[in-house]
């Protein structure tokens, strides 16, 4: 066969079943390959599938730059071939991107003529959910020093996010959006519309979340939002708290380890894209390894 990009077809919530589907049969450990981050995040990043051979096949189109992901499924050295073929004829500056070590593994063996960077920016921090839920020891000193400050001035109660309080979910969501000026960045304000879809099709989706509410008045202060991506692991999508209640996010980033232990040995708080204040942020919860991602160049393609 000779794969085209017009093989591919755009990503709808209707593909959700087809999805779920294949990643049942091969679990994935990176945020981009679950359908809830690509389908939420859509209308920035213009996902297309196909499916060959029960190989699911994923492009990623941002400001008409195309990148294409190895396939997913049983290993099928031939049709890696053609997405990478495809890749070096149709795809962006960066033409392909790897978040399974033996794609890594057989572009070294297979191609060794191509370099394959380490996307440092967009590997994700796994940290142990119990661990994140009791912070215990010297190394979470100074986050326990916050969160009981963040106690002695408020209180506070937890609550699944449910269809009930969606629209004060809601509410909040857009209360935080002008707080933060987010429609004056992009990548905020296409946040923004990623938490709004995951909200109105919140059923379909199948997510999970919790909410804080700061006492005695009822506000929403925090919100986690968050699905399964495998059997040990919780990806937590979206976490957003109002600055004004100091401490919040620490007490957000704590109850949600609490509702998830016994449940996920795993929680996958995602990548810090390269921004300084971010990493230093996940850093500072000490994760226990990343889900890596590597990418190649499409002028350093040789077939």
Not at 172 to 177: A, P, V
Request: charged share 25%.
């Amino acid at each position: 066969m000779t794969l085209s990009k017009s093989d591919y077809r755009p990503l709808t919530l209707a593909d959700k079943p087809l999805f779920d589907r294949i990643f049942k049969d091969h679990p994935q450990v990176h945020s981009e390959l679950s359908f809830v981050t690509m389908i939420c995040w859509q209308n920035y990043s213009q996902y297309s599938f196909t499916v060959v051979n029960n190989r699911l096949l994923i492009s990623c189109t941002i400001d008409d730059q195309t990148t294409f992901r190895a396939p997913i499924g049983n290993p099928d050295p031939e049709l890696f071939e053609e997405v990478l073929a495809l890749a070096k004829n149709e795809g962006g500056k960066m033409a392909m991107d790897f978040y399974d070590e033996a794609d890594v593994w057989y572009m070294k063996n297979a191609h060794p003529e191509t370099p394959v960077y380490n996307s440092r920016g967009f590997s994700e921090y796994y940290y142990r959910t119990e661990e994140l839920a009791e912070l215990h020891g010297k190394k979470y000193l100074n986050i326990r020093g916050q969160i009981n400050r963040f106690n002695a001035e408020y209180t506070y109660t937890t609550e699944k996010i449910t269809e009930t309080i969606l629209p004060e979910v809601q509410q909040m969501i857009e209360e935080w959006s002008v707080s933060k000026h987010c429609e004056a960045n992009q990548i905020m304000k296409e946040e923004v519309n990623a938490v709004r879809f995951a909200l109105e099709h919140w059923q379909e989706l199948g997510c999970e979340g919790l909410a804080i509410r700061i006492q005695p008045e009822g506000t929403i202060g925090a919100i986690a939002i968050w699905e399964e991506l495998n059997d040990s692991t919780a990806l937590v999508h979206f976490e957003k708290g109002f600055v004004r209640y100091k401490g919040i996010y620490k007490i957000i980033n704590q109850e949600t380890a609490k509702a998830l232990r016994g449940r996920y040995t795993w929680i996958n708080r995602e990548s810090d894209m390269d921004v300084p204040g971010l990493r230093e942020a996940k850093l500072r919860y000490h994760p226990e390894h990343c889900a890596k991602a590597w990418y190649i160049k499409k002028n350093e393609i040789i077939l």
